[in-house]
């Protein structure tokens, strides 16, 4: 009984930073996943010769998903060449928001530039907004013309 007791009382101390620890990873892997996306839309601008356009959508399992305006690019994300999908990037269900400041898609010219948008993405953890760690584990993407994204 006094090891269950013990044992009860370690747990209820390690929870609080294994929530943290799993939201951290969560949000790493959310801008690995939107960095690698970025990197291959100008690879594939480049590689085809014709412009590639990495947009939110609101619907990633539709037959024909469509780019959905600006807004919470959790929801999803496609890569399009014209018509044709390349990528289509389903939802998260383990993250507290992408939120974009100045980029409603970006599109990506044949020589690899970002046709006119500029700005940055930011990552929310899953987890409430009055916690402590909320605004620590934030993080934000910029991304300059030229298609290369840094942290911010």
């Given at each position: 009984m006094i090891v269950i007791v013990i044992l009860g009382i370690v747990v209820a101390f390690a929870m609080p930073s294994f929530r943290k620890y799993v939201a951290a990873q969560a949000v790493r892997a959310q801008i690995g996943d939107l960095v690698g996306a970025i990197r291959l839309s100008r690879?594939?601008?480049?590689?085809?010769?014709?412009?590639?356009?990495?947009?939110?959508?609101?619907?990633p399992n539709a037959a024909a998903p469509t780019c959905a305006g600006s807004g919470n690019w959790?929801?999803?994300?496609?890569?399009?060449?014209?018509?044709?999908?390349?990528?289509?990037?389903?939802?998260y269900?383990?993250?507290?928001?992408?939120?974009?400041?100045?980029i409603a898609s970006l599109e990506f010219l044949p020589n690899g530039?970002?046709?006119?948008?500029?700005?940055?993405?930011?990552?929310?953890?899953?987890?409430?907004?009055?916690?402590?760690?909320?605004?620590?584990?934030?993080?934000?993407?910029?991304?300059a013309a030229s298609g290369v994204t840094n942290p911010c």
């Open positions: 690879t594939e601008a480049i590689k085809r010769n014709r412009p590639v356009t990495l947009c939110r959508t609101t619907d959790a929801d999803g994300w496609l890569m399009l060449a014209g018509s044709e999908v390349i990528r289509v990037q389903q939802a269900n383990n993250s507290g928001g992408i939120e974009p400041f100045g530039v970002v046709l006119g948008a500029t700005g940055s993405f930011r990552f929310r953890p899953d987890l409430p907004t009055q916690d402590s760690a909320y605004e620590e584990l934030s993080k934000r993407l910029c991304v």
